[in-house]
T-cell receptor, first 108, second 113 residues
Framework: GIQVEQSPPDLILQEGANSTLRCNFSDSVNNLQWFHQNPWGQLINLFYIPSGTKQNGRLSATTVATERYSLLYISSSQTTDSGVYFCAVPYNNNDMRFGAGTRLTVKP | DAGITQSPRHKVTETGTPVTLRCHQTENHRYMYWYRQDPGHGLRLIHYSYGVKDTDKGEVSDGYSVSRSKTEDFLLTLESATSSQTSVYFC????????????FGPGTRLTVL
């Protein structure tokens, strides 16, 4: 089955810093999602991004489907950005395969 | 935000007892999913439904059954709970853009003693 790898597994930042999270996948996909799981466990949709670049405030994402990776950029990080970031890709039409996540800690 | 609720939100039960978790949506979406989340594994699909009475297995379906008698409700049943089923369970529904964009409910934390 498709493999999804995220890096780095852990990231500690000072408030105001920028960061880049990476998601590699082993097979061709026709879409990709980024999620943020906050410290209370809630999963929040960030981006649905099959290809190209999207921006939402301080966050942006780029997917290069032909090279099988996606990047999530967080600029001017805030403590509320802390949590775990997951990418997920479809598998067998109705399954979604998740990466193991990047745990982000933003310190004040 | 997608209208998805899960009940109960927390449950502690004993090994061997049956447990049913409920997912309710107000979005009238066709697709619904049950995932479990465990440390080091991210989220893994248990079962999904593509319509009333239409369900299929996911990656980790052993020990679980599901039912969907109405569009808005998707039930996950552990017939005889085991300690390995201690986990956080998330329900998801398909999104508005395509059936593959998923939105998640708040989760149910289940502990099997």
């Amino acid at each position: 089955g498709i493999q999804v790898e995220q890096s780095p597994p852990d990231l500690i930042l000072q408030e105001g810093a920028n960061s880049t999270l990476r998601c590699n996948f082993s097979d061709s996909v026709n879409n990709l999602q980024w999620f943020h799981q906050n410290p209370w466990g809630q999963l929040i949709n960030l981006f649905y991004i099959p290809s190209g670049t999207k921006q939402n405030g301080r966050l942006s994402a780029t997917t290069v489907a032909t090279e099988r990776y996606s990047l999530l950029y967080i600029s001017s990080s805030q403590t509320t950005d802390s949590g775990v970031y997951f990418c997920a890709v479809p598998y067998n039409n109705n399954d979604m395969r998740f990466g193991a996540g990047t745990r982000l800690t933003v310190k004040p | 935000d997608a209208g998805i609720t899960q009940s109960p939100r927390h449950k502690v039960t004993e090994t061997g007892t049956p447990v049913t978790l409920r997912c309710h949506q107000t979005e009238n979406h066709r697709y619904m999913y049950w995932y479990r989340q465990d440390p080091g594994h991210g989220l893994r699909l248990i079962h999904y439904s593509y319509g009333v009475k239409d369900t299929d297995k996911g990656e980790v379906s052993d020990g679980y059954s599901v039912s969907r008698s109405k569009t808005e409700d998707f039930l996950l049943t552990l017939e005889s709970a085991t300690s390995s089923q201690t986990s956080v369970y998330f329900c998801a529904i398909s999104g508005r853009n395509s059936y593959n964009e998923q939105f998640f409910g708040p989760g149910t934390r289940l502990t099997v003693l």
